[in-house]
């Protein structure tokens, strides 16, 4: 069975910049190939819930929070069953375990709801400094 792993969360000072890397260990996830379907990255940090960080669907749309426009870049290389995030300008607010996901029907638009989410990665720590 495919699986998701993450790779690329660290220790940063704010300010500073990590990509996040979100790596699929086979090609297919329920019958389709890993780029028909949108992929996320969420985040949870201590005491909170899990939330909504960025998307891309399988045509390269994207969607973001609100918190992460114009610092976060959410892509994907569908040759290599890979989707990134470039994080730059961060901030102690950002630390978090981030988790990606890969959404359980195919060409579907960008979504948000984790609900919608059927392949899970383990998750990666990121910790920003302040």
């Known amino acids: 069975q495919v699986q998701l792993v993450e790779s690329g969360g660290g220790l940063v000072q704010a300010g500073g910049s990590l990509r996040l890397s979100c790596a699929a260990s086979g090609r297919t996830f329920r019958g389709y190939v890993i780029s028909s379907y949108a992929m996320g990255w969420f985040r949870q940090a201590p005491g909170k819930e899990r939330e909504f960080v960025a998307s891309?669907?399988?045509?390269?749309?994207?969607d973001y929070t609100d918190s992460v426009k114009g610092r976060f870049t959410i892509s994907r290389d569908n040759a290599e069953n890979t989707m990134y995030m470039q994080m730059n300008s961060l901030k102690a607010d950002d630390t978090a375990v981030y988790y990606c996901?890969?959404?359980?029907?195919?060409?579907?638009?960008?979504?948000?709801?984790?609900?919608?989410?059927?392949?899970w990665g383990q998750g990666t720590q990121v910790t920003v400094s302040s």
């Open positions: 891309i669907n399988w045509s390269g749309n994207t």
């Open positions: 996901a890969v959404d359980q029907t195919p060409y579907r638009r960008t979504i948000r709801d984790a609900a919608n989410f059927g392949l």
